[in-house]
Nanobody, 118 residues
């Protein structure tokens, strides 16, 4: 079992920046893929960014050029640097990880609220 603990959420003005962190513990391995998702009220949960153990990344079109995902495998931690934030970025952000070589081993954090005021 893997536990994910998020931190760094909060309230920020449009145009500002915020950095989210997610620390993984338990039966976590460095080859696991990690990602950030978000869910706004009345919306489906969507992928924000994803990063493999080798550092390959993918971003939602809505955040490309503004958000950066990174990871520190030694610390089992993934980060999401969010710049030039927009009110549309307001959502609960969830940390996620899975084993890319095995089906069924996926884990979610509790979520952290990010609110961007206009």
């Amino acid at each position: 079992q893997v536990q994910l603990v998020e931190s760094g959420g909060g309230l920020v003005q449009a145009g500002g920046s915020l950095r989210l962190s997610c620390a993984a513990s338990g039966n976590i391995f460095s080859f696991y893929t990690m990602a950030w998702y978000r869910q706004a009220p009345g919306k489906q949960r969507e992928l924000v960014a994803r990063i493999t153990s080798g550092g390959t990344t993918i971003y939602a079109d809505s955040v490309k050029g503004r958000f950066t995902i990174s990871r520190d495998n030694a610390k089992n931690t993934v980060y999401l640097q969010m710049n030039r934030l927009k009110p549309e970025d307001t959502a609960v952000y969830y940390c996620y990880t899975d084993n890319p070589y095995a089906l069924g081993n996926e884990y979610w954090g509790q979520g952290t609220q990010v609110t961007v005021s206009s």
